[in-house]
């Protein structure tokens, strides 16, 4: 049964959107993603700052509207950085449930598009999964089960699914297993301690399947304060060589978060149909770039 929000801040729930797009509702259905597909070979960049791995890796990106907005960039950062073959089906409003095989219809994501059914038939070298946590009742997998209503239970919960989630994307691996990345995501305004644990729940089931986390988070978070929201940050090395992304030169400060959306890193307003970021957006950008890092380094490991 499909149970109404409960969000403790009106503000929250227009805003957070349970991590899909502000204007839908959870009565609307979920819409097709946008899918990037490539395997397409990239020049090389002056300003690369990871090197090339040895071969170049297959990389499946799963998640929900913080991964439907950077999809695209981050498929060029991988493609430039490590020549590698992307894939992505991420769904706005989605958790960690929605991916697991045997939901039924108590899930925003279509069966083949579940993961292990994507790892049968791409067989990627790297699963990045990137979730905000679902804390709110949008999404039907997770009966109703909210941070607000009842925090242990959600905390058990979540664990849970992380490992279904990563036995299923194993199993589907066979004797190839691929290697699974959990983002760890930035500050949450509402919460702050809610993305924590949820963040520690991510490098306690990474250190006990021998996967890795990407710590994009702490790219868009305050230096010195990992889980204080900011709305801007200093220009970092690379906004400063690109210009572009440091959009408040004079200030010497860049913006993750437009005034009336504390959750996303899109710099254009969210609309009723998720689709990749269409605009420059720098938290967007840190994001990916820590992503393709972390990737670059497991690819280098023995």
Same mark, same amino acid.
């Given at each position: 049964?499909?149970?109404?929000?409960?969000? #403790?801040?009106?503000? +929250?729930?227009?805003?957070?959107?349970?991590?899909?797009?502000?204007?839908?509702?959870?009565?609307?259905?979920?819409?097709?993603?946008?899918?990037?597909? %490539?395997?397409?070979?990239?020049?090389?960049? $002056?300003?690369?700052?990871?090197?090339?791995?040895?071969?170049?890796?297959?990389?499946?990106?799963?998640?929900?509207?913080?991964?439907?907005?950077?999809?695209?960039?981050?498929?060029?950062?991988?493609?430039?950085?490590?020549?590698?073959?992307?894939?992505?089906?991420?769904?706005?409003?989605? &958790? *960690?449930?929605?991916?697991?095989?045997?939901? #039924?219809?108590?899930?925003?994501?279509?069966? #083949?598009?579940?993961?292990?059914?994507?790892?049968?038939?791409?067989?990627?070298?790297?699963?990045?999964?990137?979730?905000?946590?679902?804390?709110?009742?949008?999404?039907?997998?997770?009966?109703?089960?909210?941070?607000? #209503?009842? $925090?242990?239970?959600?905390?058990?919960?979540?664990?849970?699914?992380? +490992?279904?989630?990563?036995?299923?994307?194993?199993?589907?691996?066979?004797?190839?297993? $691929?290697?699974?990345?959990?983002?760890?995501?930035?500050?949450?305004?509402?919460?702050?301690?809610?993305?924590?644990? *949820?963040?520690?729940?991510?490098?306690?089931?990474?250190?006990?399947?021998?996967?890795? *986390?990407?710590? +994009?988070?702490?790219? *868009?978070?305050? +230096?010195?304060?990992?889980?204080?929201?900011?709305?801007?940050? $200093?220009?970092?090395?690379?906004?400063?060589?690109?210009?572009?992304?440091?959009?408040?030169?004079?200030?010497?400060?860049?913006?993750?978060?437009?005034?009336?959306?504390?959750?996303?890193?899109?710099?254009?307003?969210?609309?009723? &149909?998720?689709?990749?970021?269409?605009?420059?957006?720098?938290?967007?950008?840190?994001?990916?770039?820590?992503?393709?890092? %972390?990737?670059?380094?497991?690819?280098?490991?023995?």
């Amino acid at each position: 049964m499909r149970k109404p929000w409960i969000v #403790g801040v009106l503000l +929250a729930a227009a805003l957070l959107g349970a991590c899909g797009d502000p204007e839908s509702g959870p009565e609307a259905a979920p819409p097709s993603p946008a899918v990037v597909t %490539t395997h397409q070979r990239a020049a090389a960049s $002056p300003s690369a700052t990871v090197s090339a791995p040895v071969r170049a890796p297959k990389v499946l990106y799963l998640g929900d509207s913080l991964a439907m907005e950077a999809q695209k960039v981050l498929g060029q950062e991988l493609r430039r950085e490590l020549r590698a073959a992307y894939t992505s089906r991420p769904y706005s409003g989605t &958790t *960690v449930c929605d991916y697991l095989e045997g939901t #039924g219809a108590k899930s925003l994501v279509p069966d #083949g598009d579940k993961a292990a059914a994507l790892v049968r038939a791409l067989h990627p070298d790297f699963v990045v999964l990137q979730f905000w946590g679902n804390a709110w009742g949008y999404t039907w997998c997770m009966d109703g089960i909210t941070h607000a #209503g009842d $925090p242990t239970t959600y905390y058990k919960r979540y664990r849970a699914d992380m +490992a279904r989630l990563t036995e299923q994307i194993a199993a589907a691996g066979g004797a190839v297993r $691929p290697r699974i990345v959990w983002v760890a995501q930035g500050p949450d305004p509402i919460t702050p301690d809610r993305v924590r644990r *949820v963040n520690e729940l991510y490098a306690k089931q990474a250190a006990a399947s021998g996967d890795v *986390v990407a710590d +994009a988070g702490a790219r *868009v978070s305050a +230096a010195g304060d990992r889980y204080a929201w900011v709305q801007y940050l $200093p220009c970092d090395a690379y906004e400063h060589e690109h210009p572009d992304y440091c959009t408040q030169p004079g200030r010497d400060r860049t913006a993750l978060h437009l005034d009336k959306d504390y959750l996303h890193f899109c710099l254009a307003p969210t609309t009723a &149909t998720p689709k990749p970021c269409p605009v420059r957006s720098p938290g967007i950008l840190r994001i990916a770039r820590e992503i393709t890092r %972390t990737i670059a380094a497991g690819t280098r490991s023995p």
